[in-house]
């Protein structure tokens, strides 16, 4: 069974880091993209960062995170991260990791895989 696992969300101050994991089992990712989105209360999903498979492995950044957040991936692990500083109030969501074959259909969210979800609030 695949599955994507997100870990690492939590309360924090403005300004404060956080690192966020989606470790992936049932499969390989490494000729996948993969990418996070995040979704807060009222409002709809959107793209965060992605990062191509072995072949590439450039990251790509949604622009309110740009400087801020970093994406990377261990392949060997068969594990994502995303590096989160300077965090703001209005990053706070629910995060969620997902995985396509296809770098169209990851960051336009329709992707193959996604996890259930890890909670960020950052606190003013």
């Known amino acids: 069974q695949v599955q994507l696992a997100e870990s690492g969300g939590g309360l924090v101050q403005a300004g404060g880091s956080l690192r966020l994991s989606c470790a992936a089992s049932?499969?390989?990712?490494?000729?996948?993209?993969m990418g996070w989105f995040r979704q807060a209360p009222g409002k709809e999903r959107e793209f965060v960062a992605a990062?191509?498979?072995?072949?590439?492995?450039?990251?790509y950044y949604a622009n309110s995170v740009a400087g801020r957040f970093t994406i990377s991936r261990d392949i060997a692990k068969n594990t994502m991260y995303l590096e989160m500083n300077g965090l703001k109030p209005d990053d706070t969501a629910t995060y969620y990791c997902?995985?396509?074959?296809?770098?169209?259909?990851?960051?336009?969210?329709?992707?193959?895989?996604w996890g259930q979800g890890t909670q960020v609030t950052v606190s003013s």
């Open positions: 997902a995985a396509d074959p296809y770098w169209n259909d990851l960051i336009t969210a329709k992707c193959l895989y």
């Open positions: 049932g499969r390989s990712f490494g000729t996948y993209t």
């Open positions: 990062i191509t498979s072995t072949t590439g492995n450039n990251p």
